[in-house]
Nanobody
Framework: QVQLVESGGGSVQAGGSLRLSCAAS????????MGWFRQAPGKEREFVVA????????YYADSVKGRFTISRGNAKDTVYLQMNSLKPEDTAVYYC????????????????WGQGTQVTVSS
């Protein structure tokens, strides 16, 4: 059974930092692109960031560029999201995603989703 399990969410004040982790299991994810989406209360789910399977290319939403950094563990089955200079508008449930297609990961519904982790940023 394929699973993506997020951790690291929590509450922080504006300007603070959090690091999210996502552990993939159930299959080999070394050749999968991985990334993050988020969904704020009352809003649609939105793309945040994606990383190609080989780590050579990254794609960020304009709203997080320069503040968020995605990286991958050496075993390729873990992905991290370092979030700095957090803003109240970053408050959302963050979902880890995986797909063979980087294009699908960025613009449509990825194949695999985690259960989500809550990030709350207070002003």
């Amino acid at each position: 059974q394929v699973q993506l399990v997020e951790s690291g969410g929590g509450s922080v004040q504006a300007g603070g930092s959090l690091r999210l982790s996502c552990a993939a299991s159930g299959r080999t994810f070394s050749n999968y692109a991985m990334g993050w989406f988020r969904q704020a209360p009352g809003k649609e789910r939105e793309f945040v960031v994606a990383l190609t399977w080989n780590g050579e290319s990254t794609y960020y939403a304009d709203s997080v560029k320069g503040r968020f950094t995605i990286s991958r563990g050496n075993a390729k089955d873990t992905v991290y999201l370092q979030m700095n200079s957090l803003k109240p508008e970053d408050t959302a449930v963050y979902y880890c995603t995986a797909d063979r297609s980087i294009a699908r990961l960025r613009t449509t519904t990825p194949t695999y989703w985690g259960q989500g982790t809550q990030v709350t940023v207070s002003s």
